[in-house]
């Protein structure tokens, strides 16, 4: 009798951690996806057809890191401090490199993914950093 309250007892408290388990996953999945779409929306925000017919890739640095930062907080719709109820303390860096003469974007996303059984530890969040770039553009040529 006692062993099997035992079990049921700890069956449910391993379900519950399970959910934190999947909400940081889910977050992480999440997160990457709308960085590389940030990432390929700034190549396109940046870049201007004519250069490109001319065979030639040049990226404006300005509007290349405002698009990283407006999609990614349009798709994972956070506010302007970059905070939302499942995200919080977020902080966003995107930069463009170069090789030579051939660029490439950057970014990295830190935040913290709100848990849920974590509580009862005193665990309120689970730090997450995403980092992602594109490959040197001029490698498509």
Do not use: C
């Amino acid at each position: 009798m006692f062993r099997n309250l035992a079990l049921i007892l700890f069956g449910a408290f391993a379900l519950f951690f399970l959910t934190d388990f999947l909400v940081v996953y889910n977050a992480h999945l999440k997160i990457e996806k709308a960085v590389e779409q940030a990432l390929d929306g700034a190549i396109i925000a940046s870049t201007q057809e004519i250069e490109n017919q001319r065979g030639r890739l040049e990226l404006n640095e300005n509007v290349a890191v405002g698009a990283v930062h407006n999609i990614l907080k349009d798709n994972l719709k956070l506010n302007v401090n970059l905070m939302n109820e499942h995200f919080s303390d977020s902080v966003l860096k995107a930069t463009v490199t170069y090789l030579g003469v051939i660029p490439r974007i950057e970014a990295q996303f830190d935040t913290k993914v709100q848990l849920i059984a974590g509580k009862i530890f005193g665990l309120d969040s689970f730090p997450l950093t995403i980092t992602r770039h594109t490959p040197y553009l001029g490698e498509f040529k």
